[in-house]
């Protein structure tokens, strides 16, 4: 038995595989260890092959008149050829619509009511089909849970404990990262707080949710993350994205990787090969640049918003719900404006306890009261609004008379209306 694989499936497994590179090249696994989704479960899974789409060919009615010389003759359409008009165009959609049932049969629930009998009639290897699909995206769902519990602890301790100087915590970052992250001096020139550094950078991501999101796959790292995003947005095939995005980092694995070849190399004629069918080439590697420089040599804190101090340039509504969603796991209260990560969002939140989300949204509420206390604005009060003072009622009241008046002085004058001086009918 052999199981074909879609090109979503196909393409699945290669955000796998990029992955487990990662873990390889961070020392969390050996090399020889088995990827999820390629063992004993996909042993005999080959590729889908291309399906030719058939041609059909238009066949016209015998009543259709091409010839000047029938123009003026009684067209001979009958009670019969008007009736049975469009007869063979519903058989022809009938006939797509049963063969698309039968595949959705042996792809989906329906392949596990086959009889098995194994007597080639496709319904024993439809149930096969189905079982090795759910193996494969069960193991993929038990990967990426290990690898991002792997991730979370140092790379650079045997233990996994946390570095205990700032020696330790530049040695991470740059197992991480690069040799590039943090070698340039944040603005003013101050001495920087590596333990600051790699702590905001690092990824605390949600579990995998039965949605399988692309970013699910990258989620364990900020930098992947938010390259993912530039590289999705305004592209309508899922086919193209997942190749392109997947050879991306197959190219480039780390932010230093990418500064060196395209930044500061100016290499861009093969990033150009890897992903100019998405479009907007200029524009996404000026987002890529962008995001890299911000993520490598920014500020201690790295963080990614709308507003000016931490806006990164092509990072959108979209890059930062995805970045508070999967890079900082605030799903369960974020109110997003995606469809797709809404649906990701009512599955955290579901996840998550009430409490837990009460307590969530107060904690968020205070870190925006702090950061606006820090640039010098006003803190925004949730709850009943206080008593007015009189001053401020009669404030109020000349505020909306004036506004009145002015209302009434450029409405025209109505016909048959005489108004007085003072502009009032």
Request: hydrophobic share 40%; aromatic share 6%.
């Amino acid at each position: 038995m052999s199981v074909e694989l879609s090109e979503y499936e196909q393409q699945r497994l290669e955000h796998i595989r990029r992955n487990h590179e990662m873990l390889v090249r961070l020392g969390l696994v050996d090399a020889d260890a088995p990827v999820a989704g390629t063992g004993a479960a996909s042993s005999a899974i080959k590729p889908k092959a291309p399906r030719r789409r058939a041609h059909v060919s238009a066949i016209a009615p015998e009543s259709l008149r091409r010839s000047a010389r029938a123009r003026g003759v009684e067209p001979d359409y009958t009670k019969e050829v008007i009736d049975t008009f469009g007869d063979e165009l519903d058989r022809q959609a009938e006939h797509g619509a049963k063969r698309a049932r039968a595949r959705s049969g042996r792809d989906g629930d329906e392949g596990e009511r086959g009889d098995g009998d194994g007597d080639g009639d496709g319904d024993g290897d439809g149930i096969d089909d189905a079982r090795a699909r759910r193996e494969i995206l069960e193991s993929t769902t038990a990967f990426l849970r290990e690898s991002r519990a792997a991730l979370l602890q140092f790379v650079t301790s045997t233990d996994g404990a946390a570095p205990a100087d700032g020696a330790g915590w530049r040695a991470e970052a740059a197992r991480r990262w690069g040799e590039l992250a943090g070698a340039a001096a944040p603005k003013g020139g101050a001495q920087r707080d590596w333990e600051l550094y790699v702590r905001s950078r690092l990824s605390t991501p949600p579990p995998p949710s039965p949605h399988d999101l692309l970013q699910e796959y990258y989620a364990h790292d900020a930098w992947s993350l938010l390259c993912v995003c530039v590289l999705m947005s305004r592209v309508s095939s899922w086919a193209t994205k997942h190749r392109c995005i997947s050879a991306f980092f197959a190219k480039y694995p780390t932010p230093t990787s990418f500064a060196q070849r395209v930044i500061d190399g100016g290499q861009t004629d093969e990033l150009r090969a890897l992903i100019h069918s998405l479009g907007l080439f200029d524009d996404r590697v000026r987002s890529l640049a962008a995001i890299t420089t911000a993520f490598l040599a920014g500020d201690d804190r790295f963080e990614v918003g709308l507003e000016p101090a931490h806006k990164v340039h092509g990072v959108g509504q979209f890059g930062v719900h995805s970045f508070l969603i999967f890079v900082r796991d605030q799903g369960a209260t974020l109110k997003a404006s995606d469809a797709a990560l809404v649906t990701f969002c009512n599955w955290r939140r579901k996840q998550t306890p009430e409490a837990v989300v009460q307590k969530l949204q107060q904690d968020e509420h205070g870190a925006r009261a702090q950061a606006r206390l820090a640039e010098g604005g006003g803190v925004e009060v949730v709850g009943a609004p206080a008593a007015a003072s009189p001053a401020a009622h009669v404030d109020a009241t000349d505020r909306a008379g004036s506004r009145a008046r002015a209302a009434r002085a450029r409405m025209p004058a109505a016909a048959g209306l005489r108004t007085s001086k003072r502009g009032r009918c």
